[in-house]
């Protein structure tokens, strides 16, 4: 199973642009590297998903290098609503089995 | 929380009990786990599901037991509970293939006194 590291914690203020990077060494041929948010007494929600390159969405964007041992989840202009935690998560493809997510990084945005 | 339930919401049960908690979908997923979050170590698998009758550990699953003996229940029961075993608890459910997203419901709150 492929082990991820992120950074536990990230302030920011509102307005700027947030880039979290997520370590995965022994990532699989057939991974996906998928993140997601969650907010307090809430489960996590999925954000975004990619395999290679980089990927965009109305929420967020994933820039995943060549190698693809790491992965970077941008948020555009955050507010204070983005204040949660951030998982990155590695496996599933067509596998689906153990998923195992890391410690998270906590973001806090301040006004 | 979409076509997920977990039952109940809240519970407070005593040392030795047994418990089991409930997990309902409607999306007719294939995969489903059972996790625990506790502050300071994030989100940990304890059991998941990969089809009616197939289940596997994950994490942390001495103490806990599972049964799906239907596609849309999965259920997580602690036979004789401990203090230790308080907890936040999230069902996940995932289709199993191609993007293999996971949604969760939303959760569990368990004291055992």
């Known amino acids: 199973l492929a082990k991820t590291t992120q950074p536990i914690s990230m302030d920011s203020y509102e307005g700027q642009e947030v880039n979290i990077t997520c370590s995965h060494n022994?990532?699989?041929?057939?991974?996906?590297i998928t993140w997601y948010q969650q907010f307090p007494s809430q489960g996590p929600r999925f954000i975004i998903q990619g395999y290679k390159t980089k990927v965009t969405n109305e929420v967020a964007s994933l820039f995943i290098p060549a190698d693809r041992k790491s992965s970077t989840l941008s948020l555009p202009r955050v507010s204070l609503s983005d204040t949660a935690v951030y998982y990155c998560l590695v496996g599933g493809g067509n596998q689906g089995g153990k998923l195992i997510f890391g410690q998270g990084t906590e973001l806090s945005v301040k006004p | 929380d979409a076509g997920i339930t977990q039952s109940p919401r809240h519970k407070v049960t005593e040392t030795g009990t047994p418990v089991t908690l409930r997990c309902h979908q409607t999306?007719?997923?294939?995969?489903m786990y059972w996790y625990r979050q506790d502050p300071g170590h994030g989100l940990r698998l304890i059991h998941y599901s990969y089809g009616v009758k197939d289940t596997d550990k994950g994490e942390v699953s001495d103490g806990y037991s599972v049964s799906r003996s239907k596609t849309e229940d999965f259920l997580l029961t602690l036979e004789s509970a401990t203090s230790s075993q308080t907890s936040v608890y999230f069902c996940?459910?995932?289709?199993?293939?191609?993007?293999?997203?996971?949604?969760f419901g939303a959760g569990t709150r368990l004291s055992v006194l």
């Open positions: 996940a459910i995932s289709s199993g293939t191609g993007d293999n997203i996971q949604y």
């Open positions: 022994n990532i699989a041929t057939n991974d996906y």
């Open positions: 999306e007719n997923h294939r995969y």
